[in-house]
């Protein structure tokens, strides 16, 4: 998508989050985003930051995510000029969320100088996480709560707030997109509703289900999942002043 593109987007989107009708037509909230492997490793070579913006636009009458790629000081990179996108679209095949649990078992026998056995014991290591991961019950309880209650939420932003508080861009983390161990090839993303303590409101969330080409193998115990953790929606949580939030 051009630069001219990219505005255009923004700012439909923009006329679209005070209208509960327009909004509700232009999204189905059994709709998914999906960024094959080649956009994963674009996004990756051009953003500079810990985090992506990823802004939400209406592009040809479809929702889209266009990713805009910061700097490494988490300002926007004016030198790109061409950006991905995806558009919200139906899952084509039933999608699998599979969470892996590694366990690491010590066994330990001692003997004396003698030779005799004189103790053995066996411990279970419990699953130590070295991943940012959501865990994939509450991803599914967020996903199911957006495919029931996304449209009451949109309503009750549009009618009480004039959709003021409706997102208009969200903030993800890079290393849920690149996983260098093992190799994402793809991703789904689906929005989510969560309840945030700090803002004492439901908030919508990105959540994004990867595919990995094998399983992380290691010698060590960790938790292994293909759902990573959550993007960060703004508003409320604004980073870049120079878009306005």
Same mark, same amino acid.
């Given at each position: 998508?051009?630069e001219?593109?990219? !505005?255009?987007?923004?700012? $439909? ?6 209208d509960y009708n !327009?909004?509700a037509n232009? @999204?189905?909230t059994n709709y998914?985003f999906?960024?094959s492997?080649e ?8 953003n500079?930051?810990?985090d ?8 040809n009458g479809?929702? =889209? ?8 000081q988490g300002?926007v990179?004016?030198s +790109?000029?061409e ?11 039933d &999608? ?7 366990f690491?078992v =010590?066994?330990?026998a ?7 056995? @004189?103790?053995d014991n066996?411990?279970m290591v419990l699953? =130590?996480?070295?991943?940012p @991961?959501?865990d994939?019950d509450?991803a599914? $309880?967020?996903?199911?709560?957006w !495919?029931?209650?996304g449209?009451e939420?949109f309503f009750r932003?549009?009618n ?8 208009r861009?969200?903030y993800?983390?890079?290393e849920?997109?690149?996983?260098p161990?093992?190799? +994402? ?9 969560r309840?945030n ?7 919508v969330? &990105? ?12 010698s060590?115990?960790?938790t292994i ?6 993007a ?5 949580v604004c980073?870049?002043p120079?878009?306005?939030?």
């Open positions: 998508m051009n001219n593109d990219y !505005r255009l987007a923004v700012a $439909e989107w923009g006329s679209y989050v005070s !327009r909004i232009l @999204i189905p998914i999906d960024l492997g956009q994963i490793t674009k996004i990756k070579d051009k500079k930051y810990v992506v913006c990823a802004e939400a636009g209406v592009f479809e929702m =889209v995510l266009i990713f805009l790629p910061l700097d490494a300002h990179d004016k +790109v000029t950006y991905e996108y995806t558009v919200l679209s139906p899952l084509k095949y &999608l699998r969320l599979q969470e892996t649990k590694e690491t =010590v066994k330990n001692i003997l004396s100088s003698d030779l005799t056995k @004189i103790d066996t411990n699953p =130590v996480s070295d991943q @991961i959501l994939q509450i599914v $309880e967020a996903i199911q709560r !495919r029931n209650e449209m939420w932003e549009c009480e707030f004039g959709g003021e508080r409706i997102f861009r969200f993800i983390p890079m849920d997109l690149c996983h161990e093992p190799e +994402v090839t793809g991703i789904k993303c689906s929005f989510g509703l309840y303590d700090i803002y004492q409101r439901m908030l969330t &990105l959540i994004f289900i990867s595919f990995h080409e094998l399983l992380q193998e290691g060590s115990a960790k999942s293909n759902t990573y953790d959550w960060k929606p703004c508003p409320p980073r870049i120079e878009l306005g939030s």
